[in-house]
């Protein structure tokens, strides 16, 4: 079993950029629709199987509000077969502080 790493935003931010790994945003829908990376995958729990599915040889970075919530949701792709799985420190609040540039709007 995989398990999951941290991440910090400037590395994830320049991961993300590259198309080198797959944004897993968990915040709730109405958060995600308020701001959210234009790349983003919006997972949650009626989507996670077709995540796993599609994310198979990926790496994926996992964010919530804060970078709390992330860790476990990175654990348990981690443990469902991703090889290559990180938590967000700071999570989505961070990014939209440090680079709100990068936050769109809508689904």
């Known amino acids: 079993m995989s398990e999951m790493q941290h991440i910090q935003l400037e590395d994830a931010r320049a991961r993300v950029r590259s ?5 897993a945003d968990i915040r709730d829908p109405r958060s995600f629709s308020m701001g959210h990376v234009e790349s983003a995958y919006s997972l949650n ?3 996670i199987k077709d995540f796993l599915a599609e994310c198979q040889g ?3 970075i996992v964010a919530c509000y804060h ?7 990175a654990q348990f792709i981690a443990a469902q077969g991703i090889e290559e ?11 939209a502080t440090q680079y709100p540039e990068d936050m769109v709007k809508g689904e």
Not at 19 to 23: A, K, M, N, Q, R
Not at 67 to 73: F, K
């Open 85 to 95: 799985v990180y938590s967000l420190d700071g999570g989505m609040t961070a990014w």
């Open 19 to 23: 198309g080198d790994c797959v944004l």
């Open 45 to 47: 729990n009626d989507n």
């Open 67 to 73: 970078g709390v919530s992330s860790q476990g949701a």
């Open 58 to 60: 990926k790496a994926v």
